[in-house]
């Protein structure tokens, strides 16, 4: 019995299902690319592949079809979504003009704090520069912390409900030969106009380096021709 002096036990946290262990697997592998947009989901490798059985499959493709990832098909196996330039390059676009305009107010408003964090951010992804998983994980702290400290609610909460569509198409872009290397001198530049407070600089090279990202994409999947 529990005296009265003792805390109350806390409760248990429920154990990850296996449904949602296999989705997050295989969003992983989706987003990635490790399953490249169109190709076959075959319920029974999956269940090989992810060590469970075919109905935690079967859950997690109804899940993934939720967030867009999967497409499932009436008498035959899902697939991987198609990825189109045509319904990606708006958002590209969306994600230049937001970007671009945080990095500008950010140049002003950023504290000390938050500009050795970006700091630390560039360095991680230095080092994490042939760890594809790890640097895009890196990658996207950075560009949210700059949406942060632009200190703008309303476009913060739009950023982040818009630009998860688009992970998938960066990570085509990365594929590129050069383009990691690319991708953090432009980084290292943006925070040095930060932390030079330079709104005009941060702004520019903020919007370079999304359009960057962007006609990379469309060069890999090639314009106007669904993946």
Same mark, same amino acid.
């Given at each position: 019995? &529990?005296?009265?002096?003792?805390?109350?036990?806390?409760?248990?946290?429920?154990?990850?299902?296996?449904?949602?262990?296999?989705?997050?697997?295989?969003?992983?592998?989706?987003?990635?690319?490790?399953?490249?947009? +169109?190709?076959?989901?075959?319920?029974? !490798?999956?269940? =090989?592949?992810?060590? *469970?059985?075919? &109905?935690? =499959?079967?859950?997690?493709?109804?899940?993934?079809a939720g967030e867009g990832l999967v497409t499932l098909r009436r008498n035959r196996a899902a697939m991987v979504a198609r990825l189109d330039p045509a319904d990606l390059v708006p958002l590209f676009e969306l994600e230049v003009a937001?970007?671009?305009?945080?990095? +500008?107010?950010?140049?002003?408003?950023?504290? +000390?704090?938050?500009?050795?964090?970006? !700091? %630390?951010?560039?360095?991680?992804?230095?080092?994490?520069?042939?760890?594809?998983?790890?640097? &895009?994980?890196?990658?996207? %702290?950075?560009?949210?912390?700059? *949406? &942060?400290? /632009?200190?703008?609610?309303?476009? /913060?909460?739009?950023?982040?409900?818009? #630009?998860?569509?688009?992970?998938?198409?960066?990570? #085509?872009?990365?594929? *590129?030969?050069?383009? =990691?290397?690319?991708?953090?001198?432009?980084?290292?530049?943006?925070?040095?106009?930060?932390? +030079?407070? !330079?709104? $005009?600089?941060?702004?520019?090279?903020?919007? =370079?380096?999304?359009?960057?990202? %962007?006609?990379?994409? *469309? /060069?890999?999947?090639? $314009?106007? /021709?669904?993946?």
């Amino acid at each position: 019995m &529990t005296s009265a002096a003792e805390p109350p036990p806390r409760p248990s946290r429920p154990e990850t299902s296996l449904t949602e262990q296999a989705a997050t697997a295989l969003r992983r592998l989706i987003l990635l690319n490790l399953l490249a947009p +169109g190709e076959t989901l075959n319920e029974p !490798d999956l269940s =090989v592949r992810l060590g *469970v059985s075919r &109905t935690p =499959v079967r859950e997690a493709l109804k899940l993934l079809a939720g967030e867009g990832l999967v497409t499932l098909r009436r008498n035959r196996a899902a697939m991987v979504a198609r990825l189109d330039p045509a319904d990606l390059v708006p958002l590209f676009e969306l994600e230049v003009a937001l970007e671009s305009f945080c990095a +500008g107010l950010a140049a002003n408003r950023m504290t +000390g704090a938050e500009l050795a964090r970006l !700091d %630390q951010l560039q360095s991680a992804m230095e080092a994490a520069r042939d760890d594809r998983e790890s640097y &895009t994980r890196l990658n996207r %702290q950075a560009h949210r912390l700059i *949406v &942060t400290a /632009a200190r703008s609610p309303a476009i /913060a909460e739009a950023h982040g409900r818009a #630009f998860p569509r688009l992970a998938r198409a960066r990570n #085509f872009a990365l594929a *590129v030969d050069g383009r =990691v290397a690319e991708s953090l001198a432009e980084h290292r530049a943006i925070l040095e106009a930060l932390r +030079g407070r !330079d709104a $005009e600089g941060a702004r520019a090279l903020m919007r =370079v380096h999304v359009a960057r990202t %962007q006609a990379l994409m *469309v /060069a890999q999947l090639g $314009e106007g /021709a669904p993946r």
